[in-house]
């Protein structure tokens, strides 16, 4: 994302368990110390600290001594969705990352001699584009001695041991994927040693019907491979391959293995998805405290980046994963994958802006975010962890934030909302109950803040209201970072609500900073969020724009007010 930026790196969790908090706190100190300007977090806690604890737990309030210290802090959304309130990230001055697809796609297929093809994965050449194999399951190519009963995971293809070498030689092994893939005791790196070790010429892996709902992301594969995902289309390998043995009328020996086949390869990507697709384990919004403190009217997640698939940095030493030992990218998927696209555009913003606050970094990816995929309609989530492209419905607020990052809109925002320390510590000052632990935590007095201000009173770049009594004010103001332009006000209101916003139309000086009023009246009760949207178009090219999320509690009467 940010060409040369430097990289500094701070091990405060083990592979084996985890961590502790209080390493993650010496971390980001020392972090700040050495004088980084932005943290990437692709943690979050595991359970979220009830009650006032939410706010007020060592993580995030050594986070908002970083934002004191003027460091943008990223975070993970968590992989927690796609259930409403799966949110791990909470805390208005951390920024919220969800995951989001891209459009780049590694498809491989294997096409069988009676022409069918089957789509699958696997980062592996192709077999010879001319010639056709012969496919042999491993469980027809045991040696004397191995037999299904003595080995009942044989088929998974562990051993080269097992396997009658003269038979599997320059021929298509079919291997079976199991559950026991998914927990680490059988692997794809062993079979393709088995593979190698008995000069097959490639490897067919057919899907366990056992095996359902998770997703298979493509490994790399260093002879020709393919892993067929769905366990129907496993089916049609297998009878394909049964229906072409021929055996011995009276011995049952198989005679001829008559099926063949050829791997087409899947190292070359393509970019034909459509995308972005908010991935189904992006963890969602609302604030999940919102049930609970009144004054938690705070958007998460903020955004959503790429997060699915992406090839990541990695040691070739590393051992956390079987399947990419030895190699220096493996491809990961999760929202630990989407925080760091952030942090690394958060850093060329600082480049261009040295004096922005966090906040400032902040409100200009949000502002600029897109809300349309690639096909021009707009960004769906996934809503399902089986079958999650036919369990999905247009993205809102909770399930994206802003919208999908565009880096080139963040680099131009046009106008910014700014926030300070101060306004943090007022809004947790404003939690009832909360002085003698912003006491504990800072050292400072809450008599010294303005502790009417509630989450809603942040100038955030959104709003969000989860309790709307018949009608609110809410007021943002904005800071023009850009020449000066003349905006238009524009907006959407979400179902069963009005909104104006004044004024409709301003123009606005270099360097000037104009409030906005935002009158919100509920029409109708709802125990469900609406959405809608405001938008503020420069005549110069800037548009900025602002979610809007609203649960209504009590509305007027509207019997007289027709
Ligand atoms: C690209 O990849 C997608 C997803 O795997 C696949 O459906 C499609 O057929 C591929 N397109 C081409 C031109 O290979
Ligand atoms: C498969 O397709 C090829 C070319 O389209 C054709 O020549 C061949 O006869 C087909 N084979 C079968 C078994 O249908
Ligand atoms: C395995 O058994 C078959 C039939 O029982 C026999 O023909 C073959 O020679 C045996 N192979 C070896 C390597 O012992
Ligand atoms: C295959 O594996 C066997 C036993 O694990 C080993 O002795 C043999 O050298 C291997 N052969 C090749 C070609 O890798
Ligand atoms: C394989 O095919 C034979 C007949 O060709 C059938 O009797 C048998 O059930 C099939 N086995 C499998 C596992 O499909
Ligand atoms: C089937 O096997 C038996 C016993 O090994 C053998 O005598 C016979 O010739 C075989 N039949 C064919 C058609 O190969
Ligand atoms: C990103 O922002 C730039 C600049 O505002 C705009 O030209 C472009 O169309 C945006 N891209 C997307 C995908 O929305
Ligand atoms: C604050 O909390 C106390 C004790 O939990 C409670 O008695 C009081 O009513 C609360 N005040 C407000 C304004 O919610
Ligand atoms: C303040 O900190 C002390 C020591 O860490 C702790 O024992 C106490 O419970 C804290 N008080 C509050 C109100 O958080
Ligand atoms: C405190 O904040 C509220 C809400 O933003 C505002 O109306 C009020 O004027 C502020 N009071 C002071 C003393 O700044
Ligand atoms: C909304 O709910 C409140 C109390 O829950 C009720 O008093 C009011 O009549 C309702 N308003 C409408 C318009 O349904």
Redesign the pocket.
């Known amino acids: 994302m940010a060409p040369r930026a430097h990289v500094a790196v701070y091990k405060a969790l083990y592979k084996s368990f985890g961590g502790f908090a209080a390493d993650v706190v010496a971390a980001i100190d020392q972090a700040a110390q050495d004088g980084v300007d932005v943290l990437s977090l692709s943690i979050t806690p595991n359970r979220r600290p009830p009650g006032i604890a939410t706010f007020f737990n060592p993580i995030d309030m050594a986070l908002l001594s970083a934002v004191k210290a003027g460091i943008f802090a990223v975070q993970a959304a968590g992989n927690t969705g796609p259930s409403p309130k799966s949110m791990s990230s909470f805390s208005p001055w951390i920024f919220t990352v969800g995951a989001a697809s891209h459009d780049r796609a590694y498809s491989n297929s294997v096409i069988l001699g009676n022409n069918v093809t089957i789509h699958g994965v696997g980062l592996a050449p192709g077999t010879h584009k001319n010639t056709m194999l012969t496919l042999i399951s491993a469980l027809d190519a045991l040696t004397n001695e191995t037999t299904a009963a003595t080995d009942m995971y044989v088929g998974e293809c562990q051993d080269s041991r097992n396997f009658n070498r003269d038979l599997v030689k320059g021929n298509l092994l079919i291997c079976s994927y199991s559950i026991r893939f998914v927990l680490g005791l059988s692997t794809i790196k062993q079979a393709i040693a088995t593979a190698k070790n008995l000069s097959a010429a490639g490897v067919v892996f057919y899907m366990d019907p056992f095996v359902i709902g998770f997703q298979l992301n493509p490994i790399p594969m260093r002879v020709p491979g393919i892993i067929i995902p769905s366990p129907d289309d496993s089916k049609v390998l297998l009878q394909y391959y049964n229906s072409s043995l021929e055996r011995n009328e009276t011995t049952k020996q198989i005679t001829r293995f008559g099926s063949v086949a050829r791997i087409l390869g899947g190292l070359k990507a393509n970019y034909s998805n459509s995308a972005p697709k908010v991935m189904f384990y992006s963890a969602r919004g609302p604030d999940p405290e919102d049930s609970f403190l009144n004054n938690a009217d705070i958007l998460k997640p903020n955004l959503v980046a790429p997060g699915n698939l992406i090839w990541a940095a990695w040691s070739s030493l590393g051992t956390d994963s079987v399947e990419f030992q030895g190699e220096n990218f493996a491809m990961m998927s999760g929202t630990s994958m989407a925080a760091p696209h952030i942090a690394g555009l958060a850093a060329l913003i600082k480049q261009k802006f040295p004096s922005f606050s966090p906040a400032a970094i902040a409100s200009a990816l949000s502002t600029t975010a897109s809300l349309y995929d690639n096909n021009g309609g707009q960004i769906m989530a996934q809503r399902a962890y089986s079958n999650p492209d036919i369990n999905q419905s247009p993205a809102t607020p909770f399930d994206m934030g802003s919208g999908f990052v565009n880096a080139t809109g963040a680099l131009d925002p046009g106008l910014i909302f700014d926030s300070r320390y101060d306004d943090y510590m007022?809004f947790l000052c404003g939690i009832n109950g909360s002085s003698p632990v912003v006491l504990n935590y800072t050292g400072q007095n809450c008599l010294s803040y303005?502790s009417?201000?509630?989450g809603i009173?942040l100038n955030l770049p959104s709003i969000t209201i989860a309790k709307l009594y018949q009608s609110k004010t809410v007021?943002r103001s904005v800071t023009n970072i850009a020449g000066e332009e003349t905006y238009r006000v524009g907006w959407s209101a979400p179902y069963g609500v009005t909104i104006k916003v004044e004024p409709t139309r301003f123009c606005i000086a270099s360097g000037e900073r104009k409030v906005l009023s935002v009158f919100v009246d509920a029409k109708m009760n709802s125990s469900t969020a609406s959405y809608g949207r405001i938008g503020l178009f420069g005549d110069q090219g800037h548009v900025v724009n602002i979610p809007l999320s609203v649960i209504v509690k009590v509305a007027y009467n509207t019997t007289t007010n027709v």
């Open positions: 007022s303005n009417t201000i509630n009173d007021q």
